[in-house]
Nanobody
Framework: QVQLVESGGGLVQAGGSLRLSCVAS????????VEWYRQAPGKQRELVAG???????NYADSVKGRFTISRDNAKNTVYLQMNSLKPEDTGVYYC????????WGQGTQVTVSS
């Protein structure tokens, strides 16, 4: 059983940066693809970025060139570096394993002020 804990969220001004971390406990994390999702108030949860066990990455068009996903398997951690933040990036950010069933963290709040 994998458990995920996100951290690193906070309040930042537009144009600022944050780095989110997703730390996993349990075995086999390095074999999972991992995804970051976000959910803004009143909106559906949306995929932000994903990384495979081999390190291949994909991004939503809205964050390409600004966000970078990476992983450190020795630390059982996946990161989301977020630069040039915009108010529309505000939301709760969740990490999840791409698996059946999915494992989800509790989320971390990101608020970008204009």
């Amino acid at each position: 059983q994998v458990q995920l804990v996100e951290s690193g969220g906070g309040l930042v001004q537009a144009g600022g940066s944050l780095r989110l971390s997703c730390v996993a406990s349990g075995s086999g994390f390095s074999f999972y693809s991992v995804e970051w999702y976000r959910q803004a108030p009143g909106k559906q949860r949306e995929l932000v970025a994903g990384i495979t066990s081999g390190g291949s990455r994909n991004y939503a068009d809205s964050v390409k060139g600004r966000f970078t996903i990476s992983r450190d398997n020795a630390k059982n951690t996946v990161y989301l570096q977020m630069n040039s933040l915009k108010p529309e990036d505000t939301g709760v950010y969740y990490c999840s394993t791409y698996s059946h069933p999915r494992h989800w963290g509790q989320g971390t709040q990101v608020t970008v002020s204009s």
